[in-house]
């Protein structure tokens, strides 16, 4: 993309980024308006809507209060007449119940009886009647016009119904002879019991299915002469209240409506209406509705308040919620939120597009100026850095149309040459070493694959020569990485300067370097060779006022006879350089058989033991300590083995230091010590007189930071007690920081356990940090034990070490005693514990445990 382009994008992402924010600020600003201003409006209708119902409601209770008084009026003017009414119109029908006669019945302006079959129809009940049908005719007429009526009725408590309906005229002649309306709300809610107060009440509504509408009846007490003789009611559909609150003001695509009566049944029920209207009695919203019946629950008033938004079938709705008077039924008006937000979210997509297609116009002219102004320049400029690229040098310009661009074009003519001769440097020093300017691993690895390649095609020979200072990290850490770095210098000047052009100097890495010697004829040339570098490598070396000696080990390998791969030929000079440090430095080896054969020996010994473990091929062996005095086993040490299924029983002495040049002692040092201590917790309980169970410690194990920690835990997973431990270290390990191994050996005898110094004055003993440290016992290392009958040295060094025990209040513990007149020595020296193959060799668990069962049985 051209930075014309660039330009453009950026005015368009720019304004957008300012749009974007103002446009959401100005959306959920105006949001918040036009919902508190609709919502309002809304709730005015609401409120508009309910006080017109409870009007319409009202009239229902004046008519029923009128009609009471004129029936009390004009029941006291009773008389034939009205008994003759009642004869005129009323017949028994075939089912046996009274009803009006048919051929005379007008149900637009006669009031309509039922008298069930077997009703004790006395005069004064004819007359009661034929008086009620001239009330209720006239009554019924005059409020016929009204539009709240629907009909007029009185309910007898002997089952008797007399009812004036304008909507179903023919009602009385669908009442079966067994109607009884005795025990429903019309009747009990007028009851003296129910209705002490002699008021208005209001039956619970009532869905009818035949004409598909919801009712719900006023009911007030007839009394006459104080005694209850009926119920005066008129039946309110409520389809006109369903028209007022379902047309109040504008209405939204998707509102719902939800109504409920004073005990919680539901007359609107929003989407589940159609649900409603099939299981009145058994309807409930869903209960995974939680937002919606949470908003229910809330208690509501008569005036029409506005209730926050709640989510219905996972959309959002703002409600309006009001208690509907005088029946205090709840009414919820939910609008859905995205339908009152309509227009608002046009205006703000126009807004968005109108800046949108601003920003592009004015993107469309700022590409046109850049382009002509930067982009052109710069594409010439950018031709003319590929032509450097490509090795070419283009003629200058002297006008590039700006200062600016004059001035980076000229900029990059210098980088160019800048470049070029830094891509030089680079190059040389990808291939050769910073500091000695000898050729590095790689560019050696590619010289001596061109003379293993000559020596295939002449039939020559070639050699390696690896080439190690010896003791340098000595002189480098004492006088400085300067005074080094100088130092390596200067070999690699007298390195080179002892041979051939052709031969090849390589720095390997670190005091190591690399030669390669090609076509020699006799083995003796490369001795020659040998000596010499050895000899003008050893001479002094006068570097910062200091006079510096240096000597060398040289390890040799001949291509083809030791092999013909690079990387072979550097490691076998690498192992032949080892062996000729073991002769004493300064001086050189060939590489062997017995070499490549110790190397093989190593390198499987490596692989096999990273398995061992997992495997479980070690196994702890265990070599009793007795007590001199008594002849009795009290301890034992551990002692590791190694069980390799195709090599044999593998020694400590082999495999102990491998592990310990390859970090794998931790592994295995931890697996001893929980191995030895669960073996000494299962021997402590049929053993209970056994004392200690030694385990040897490694370097690395003592030096980690959390070692008493990984004691602590397994002795408290093997549940053993601490003083039966007792961990072996040697001089070696102490004298690298005294303090810290004090610190250490502290905190492990805080735990419990014993710490015996191994192989004692054989190291570093000391007697000032000795008397300092928190140990238990010394080891006398086999060293003195080996000879002690016959030299009078070992003598004096043994008794020395009891003496130096006894006053530092420590055990002694010989180890290597082999032959009865060793122990007797020992004993009369005071010496009081030891060990060796004398008493036993190391036994496994099982033979071990047989060794202590027979002590156990008095057999020592």
């Known amino acids: 993309m051209n930075v014309s382009r660039k330009m453009s994008w950026i005015v368009v992402l720019s304004s957008l980024a300012v749009l974007l924010p103002a446009l959401i600020i100005f959306y959920y600003a105006a949001k918040k308006e036009l919902l508190a201003t609709e919502l309002a409006e809304h709730r005015d209708y609401i409120q508009v809507a309910a006080d017109g119902f409870a009007s319409d409601l009202s009239m229902f209770a004046t008519n029923l209060e ?4 004129l029936i009390n009026r004009q029941l006291v003017e009773t008389g034939n007449r009205d008994i003759a009414r009642f004869d005129k119109r009323m017949v028994i029908s075939a089912d046996g119940a009274w009803r009006n006669n048919k051929e ?38 005059a409020t016929h016009s009204e539009k709240t009526f629907s009909n007029i009725w009185f309910l007898g408590h002997g089952r008797s119904e007399l009812i004036f309906d304008q909507y179903y005229q023919n009602f009385i002649y669908l009442m079966s002879p067994e109607t009884d309306y005795t025990e429903t709300e019309w009747m009990t809610l007028a009851s003296p019991e129910l209705n002490p107060e002699r008021n208005i009440r209001w039956t619970s509504p009532m869905f009818d299915p035949v004409p598909g509408s919801w009712i719900v009846s006023a009911i007030h007490p007839l009394d006459v002469d104080g005694e209850w003789v009926g119920t005066l009611g008129q039946d309110v559909q409520l389809n006109r209240l369903f028209r007022l609150i379902q047309g109040i003001g504008d209405p939204f695509a998707e509102e719902q409506h939800i109504l409920r009566d004073s005990q919680g049944g539901f007359i609107l029920a929003g989407p589940w209406q159609q649900e409603l209207e099939g299981m009145a009695e058994q309807f409930s919203i869903d209960p995974k509705e939680t937002a919606l019946l949470a908003l229910l629950s809330r208690p509501m008033t008569d005036s029409a308040s506005l209730m926050g938004e709640v989510t219905l079938q996972g959309k959002s709705y703002q409600a309006i919620g009001l208690s509907l008077q ?30 949108l297609l601003t920003a592009l116009a004015i993107s469309i002219v700022i590409n046109s100026a850049v382009r002509k102004v930067i982009s052109k320049p710069i594409e010439q400029l950018v031709l003319r850095t590929r032509l450097f690229a490509i090795g070419q040098k283009p003629e200058p310009i002297a006008n590039w149309g700006s200062y600016e661009i004059t001035e980076l074009a000229l900029a990059v003519d210098m980088m160019n040459d800048d470049l070029e001769r830094e891509t030089n440097r680079l190059a040389f020093m990808a291939t050769h070493d910073d500091l000695t300017g000898l050729p590095n691993r790689s560019l050696l690895n590619d010289r001596l694959e061109q003379v293993i390649q000559d020596t295939r095609r002449y039939q020559t020979k070639a050699a390696v020569l690896f080439l ?24 690699a000047d007298r390195i080179s300067f002892q041979l051939r052009e052709d031969d090849v100097v390589s720095r390997f890495g670190g005091d190591e370097f690399v030669v390669v010697i090609s ?7 490369l001795s020659n060779i040998a000596e010499k570098l050895l000899f003008i490598i050893k001479q002094p070396y006068m570097i910062d006022g200091y006079d510096l000696s240096i000597t060398s080990s040289i390890g040799i390998s001949v291509c083809p006879e030791d092999s013909d791969v690079a990387e072979i030929l550097i490691q076998n000079a690498d192992s032949a350089m080892y062996e000729s440090k073991k002769l004493g430095r300064n ?37 009793p300590k007795v007590n001199l005095n008594t002849g009795e086993i009290y301890g034992m040490e551990a002692l590791i083995r190694w069980q390799h299924p195709e090599m044999g029983i593998v020694s400590p002495l082999e495999f102990i230091p491998l592990a310990e040049e390859t970090g794998l002692i931790m592994d295995i040092g931890a697996w001893v010590i929980e191995e030895a201590c669960w073996q000494m917790k299962q021997w402590s309980g049929r053993f209970p007189w056994l004392r200690s169970m030694a385990i040897n410690l490694s370097v690395k194990q003592f030096q980690q930071k959390d070692f008493c920690r990984q004691i602590e835990g397994v002795i408290r997973e093997q549940n053993i007690a601490s003083c039966k431990i007792d961990f072996e270290i040697t001089e070696s390990m102490i004298m690298g920081d005294v303090e810290a191994a004090i610190r250490m050996l502290a905190q492990l005898r805080a735990l419990g356990v014993s710490i015996s110094i191994d192989d004692f004055g054989t190291g570093y003993s000391s007697l000032s940090y000795l008397k300092h440290l928190p140990t238990d016992a010394l080891k006398i290392d086999r060293a003195f034990i080996n000879d002690l009958v016959n030299d009078k040295n070992d003598q004096a060094i043994t008794k020395s070490i009891i003496a130096l025990a006894n006053n530092l209040n420590l055990n002694v513990i010989a180890e290597g005693i082999e032959d009865a007149e060793q122990a007797a020595m020992l004993t009369a020296m005071g010496c009081r514990y030891a060990q060796g193959y004398y008493f036993s060799r190391p036994l496994p668990a099982a033979e071990m445990a047989l060794l202590l069962e027979k002590q156990d049985n008095g057999v020592v």
């Open 66 to 69: 009128k009609l009471d008084l």
């Open 104 to 141: 005379t019945y007008d149900g637009s302006i006669d009031a309509g009886l039922f008298l069930p079959p077997n009703y004790p129809l006395t005069d004064e009940a004819k007359r009661f009647y034929g008086r009620l049908f001239d009330i209720f005719e006239s009554f019924g007429v």
């Open 326 to 355: 005088p029946m205090g039924w709840e009414y919820l008006h939910l609008i859905p939120t995205d339908e009152m937000l309509k227009n608002l979210q046009k205006v703000v997509y126009v807004a968005a597009l109108f800046f």
């Open 468 to 491: 190690d200072l010896d003791q340098f990290k000595i002189i480098n850490d004492s006088l400085g990485h300067s005074t080094g770095d100088k130092l390596l210098q200067m070999v």
């Open 519 to 525: 076509d020699f004829e006799h083995m003796l040339d």
């Open 587 to 623: 001086a050189f080896q060939f590489h062997t058989k017995d070499i490549r054969d110790q190397v093989l020996r190593k390198l499987q010994l490596e692989e096999a033991l990273r398995k061992a473990l997992d495997e479980q091929q070690f196994v702890l062996y265990y070599q």
